[in-house]
Structures are given as C-alpha cells and as structure tokens.
C-alpha cells in the first residue's frame, strides 16, 4: 500500500473512520487498527487532522481511481474494520456494501463468513431499520 499517494491513502483512511463510528461505539481494537493502517501507509498522527477534513465523497472518487487489486486491498480493510471489535453491526455493514458499491468494488461483505461474531443493531431488532432509514 506504500505506493499510494498521500490523497488516497487520507481516504482510504477516512472510509475507514466512517466504519468505525457507524455504530456509535468506538472499540479499543477499532482504534488500534486505525493507528495500524496509518503506520503501514507510512504517516505520522497530524494526518487524522486531513482526515477529519476530507470530505467523505471526495474520500469515495480518490479510492475510485485505484486498479482492482488495490479496491479489493481497500475492500479488505473496510471488512477487517467491521469485524476487529467482534461484533458485527448493520450500520458498519451497510456502510461497507455502499462504499463498495460507490467506488465500484464488487464485493458484499458477507456475515456468514464470521458465525462466531455477535451482531448487532437491525440484525438483532428489524425494527430498527424504520428508525435507520
């Protein structure tokens, strides 16, 4: 991921934050592996603050120009995001499919693929959903 340039590697990162606050619950873990991606990107912390700045469909037009290998790389990180907390919640996934679907990555995340997570959210209430909409 190193060979990114810097616009995309903040939005990349910003996706990234919008998954992690979907749920309204920032989990240790979720903070560690967003200070991860940020070392491997090769940043230092003042970037959070272009971060807080992009402007999240600008954030979505960066990782749109990226080739396919890299979409499924950024693809992987949105899903690692999900997940890294054990618990898998409806507003992070939504947020994953439309992300993906935005930039034209074509993969849904798939919950089946995690049985021993817990879920949360609309998952878990439907009714849920008419208060998310």
């Avoid at 616009?7 to 606050?21: D, G, P, Y």
């Amino acid at each position: 991921m190193e060979t990114l340039n810097h616009n995309v590697k903040i939005a990349i990162l910003r996706t990234l934050q919008e998954i992690m606050n979907a749920d309204g619950i920032i989990h240790e873990n979720e903070v560690e592996y967003m200070n991860k991606a940020i070392i491997s990107f090769e940043l230092d912390e003042s970037c959070k603050t272009d971060v807080e700045k992009l402007d999240l469909p600008q954030a979505i037009e960066e990782i749109k120009t990226l080739d396919y290998d890299q979409k499924m790389l950024v693809a992987q990180m949105m899903g690692k995001m999900i997940v890294i907390d054990k618990d898998i919640n409806y507003n992070e996934v939504k947020l994953y499919n439309a992300f993906c679907e935005s930039c034209n990555i074509e993969k849904d995340f798939n919950i089946d693929e995690y049985p021993e997570y817990t879920l949360s959210g609309p998952f878990v209430n439907p009714e849920d959903i008419m208060n998310n909409t």
